[in-house]
């Protein structure tokens, strides 16, 4: 077995493997998903991966929700919705999904499920180790950690550094940004066979402020306070918010079993315009995360697919020959994001009648279709004219000209 952690092999035995192919500094969802995809291409398997994390991936630290319908890790979804439900202060609607389901995963779940796998190859090694610090070096790369350096021919780098982005002002950097509650009530109250998928009838406060409710039961459910906003707020408020909309749902007696928290970057920042022959950014770092929505599972098992394409047309002729700085291709989703960026940063408050316009009377299917980047430009259409128009024909000539 080649799943290696830093203390339970001799420090001679990873002194004597340091070169490798492929190196991925940082093994978030998308480093994770992208050897994923490597390993069942079977394309790879002649080929040294190595993955450097500070963290073991051991624990729960975050959930991932998104609309799907194909059976998408159907194996590891720890819950799934037919129906969900789409609020603001002046209305609620039902969204019946149709042939789409809202599924809800753990993080956990994925990372025992790819690192089980890596597991099994004889080629794929993790060590747990801070990378500090890496480099292209002419010919192959250099990966330096906390007490080791390692070369390679191909780096793909998913450490996020938000310095790129306020460095610069042509593209404005959003957050989303939240804390979340896995409670227990002691008496049922929640619908299990639906989700709250967005509730913006909690207070804006001059923001794009929302509230996620994900029952897993009559009695359980994980509470989402969520902002699309530059600024994050300190701890307390968040949690102040989640008690008051426990206590709006009429929730009295109730324990919290589990709190998770996350910062998603929300930009059309070009990332990618970093890459070299030999060094690619995938992820966050990489401009992999859905600006408008922060969204990043859905678009990152395509992202990752699509990388491993791009690589597998090179692996019969000289690894080097890959040149990563051909691999992103930029479409009209990416500048329909940057659009509703540039709203949301001028406009912070709007984000809640944006969003409701799209929902109250629009299919929702189609708006999912939308936001997973799957439509015709007359689809697209269809969506866009039904936002608030004059914000986003000003934020369209402010691009133009």
Known sequence: MVFLFLNNFPKNYLCAVRNYNYIFTGSGLSALMTVYQMILSGKFKDKT?????????????????????????????????????????????????????????RGLDFYNLVFDLISQQENIFFINKKVISFEELGSHCLVTTES?????????????????????????????????????????????????????????????????????????????????????????????????YI????????????KEKGNIPMTSYKFWEHNTKNVINI????????????????????????????LSSDTSTELDATDFRKFHKTDK???????????????????????????????????????DEETSFLEDLKVMLKCPTIPFVKAFFGRLF
Not at 80 to 87: D, P, Y
Not at 194 to 221: C, H, I, W
Not at 285 to 303: H, L
Not at 339 to 365: A, C, E, M, Q
Request: hydrophobic share 40%; glycine share 4%.
């Open 49 to 105: 991966i190595l993955l450097l994390d500070e963290n073991p991936k051991k624990t729960n630290d975050r959930t991932w929700c998104f609309w799907d319908n194909t059976n998408l890790f159907d194996e590891i979804i720890s819950k799934r919705w037919n129906t969900a439900l789409f609020a603001d202060a002046n209305f609620q609607r039902n969204l019946n999904l149709n042939r789409y389901q809202y599924k809800m995963m």
């Open 148 to 244: 080791e350096n390692y070369t390679c021919n191909k780096i793909f780098n998913s450490i996020f550094d938000p310095e790129l982005v306020k460095a610069q002002t042509k593209y404005p950097l959003l957050q989303q940004h939240f804390i979340g509650w896995f409670i227990k009530s002691k008496k049922a109250v929640f619908n299990k066979e639906s989700a709250t998928f967005m509730d913006f009838s909690v207070d804006q406060k001059g923001n794009t402020r929302f509230m996620y409710v994900l029952p897993t039961s009559e009695t359980d459910a994980l509470l989402e306070y969520t902002l699309f906003s530059k600024d994050l707020l300190p701890k307390e408020e968040y949690e102040s918010e989640i008690k008051n």
């Open 247 to 258: 206590q709006k749902l009429g929730i009295t007696d109730y324990e919290i079993i589990e």
């Open 283 to 310: 992820g966050s770092a990489g401009g992999w995360t859905k600006a408008s929505t922060g969204f990043t599972f859905k678009n990152v098992t395509k992202k990752s697919k699509a990388l491993v394409q791009f």
């Open 333 to 371: 989703f990416w500048f329909y994001d940057l659009l509703f960026i540039d709203v949301l940063y001028k406009n912070n408050k709007l984000g809640s009648k944006v969003f409701s316009s799209l929902f109250k009377k629009g299919s929702p299917i189609l708006i999912f279709r939308f936001l």
